[in-house]
């Protein structure tokens, strides 16, 4: 089955800096790739995805990049804000597997100095 | 909002006890999700339920049951529980997408506490 691995499990930054997480997965059969922020005492907030026939996805100031023959994608916050702390969690698409239709990552806690 | 409801908030119970858990789905979606994070972990998938079928399996306890019901809520039912369920649990519903596949949508979770 799918297997999902994320780097780092831990990032702190300074405010207006910029912030990359990494994910790995292991079916080459996945084709969809979302990324989820949760705030604290909050549930997971879908914030971009991205397919796996597309590369690379912006939405301001985040983007999300996708290498398939290396089998990793990544999130990038630019311009970091004290607001975009919390913890993000990757995901990849399951085909058939018994772990749902969503393999995610451990997740990442950002935190953002001002 | 996700457009996933989850009810009670907060949960305090005694070990040994019995807790439902309930969850209603986004308008039009079928599936329904249960996970459960612990402090500072990750996300534990524990069962997938389609249409009121039973459809994927985590790595659910079998003090733990669930079931989707005819208007597609979901109900988590944790019993003989231990101090180790605290925790919080999330439901999520899916929609599929354009293109083919489908994302998931979380509800703001039940946050569970055993004393």
């Known amino acids: 089955g799918e297997n999902v691995e994320q780097h780092p499990s831990t990032l702190s930054v300074q405010e207006g800096d910029s912030a990359v997480i990494k994910c790995t997965y292991s079916?080459?059969?996945?084709?969809?790739f979302p990324w989820y922020k949760q705030e604290l005492g909050k549930g997971p907030q879908l914030i971009i995805d991205?397919?796996?026939?597309?590369g690379e996805k912006k939405d301001q100031r985040i983007a999300v990049t996708l290498n398939k023959t290396a089998k990793h994608f990544s999130l990038h916050i630019t311009e970091t804000q004290p607001e975009d702390s919390a913890v993000y969690f990757c995901?990849?698409?399951?085909?058939?597997?018994?772990?749902?239709?969503?393999?995610f990552g451990k997740g990442t806690k950002l935190s953002v100095k001002p | 909002d996700s457009g996933v409801t989850q009810t009670p908030k907060h949960l305090i119970t005694a070990t040994g006890q019995r807790v439902t858990l309930r969850c209603s789905p986004r308008?039009?979606?079928?599936?329904v999700y249960w996970y459960q994070q612990s402090l500072d972990q990750g996300l534990q998938f524990l069962i997938q339920?389609?249409?009121?079928?039973?459809?994927a399996k985590g790595n659910i306890l079998e003090r733990f049951s669930a079931q989707q019901f005819p208007d597609l809520h979901s109900e988590l039912n944790l019993s003989s529980l231990e101090l180790g369920d605290s925790a919080l649990y999330f439901c999520?519903?899916?929609?599929?997408?354009?293109?083919?596949?489908?994302?998931?949508?979380f509800g703001p979770g039940t946050r569970l506490l055993v004393l």
């Open positions: 999520a519903s899916s929609a599929r997408l354009a293109g083919g596949g489908e994302t998931q949508y």
């Open positions: 079916d080459s059969a996945s084709n969809y």
């Open positions: 991205i397919r796996s026939n597309v």
């Open positions: 339920y389609y249409n009121g079928e039973e459809r």
């Open positions: 308008s039009g979606d079928l599936s």
């Open positions: 995901a990849a698409s399951s085909v058939g597997g018994s772990q749902g239709n969503l393999i």
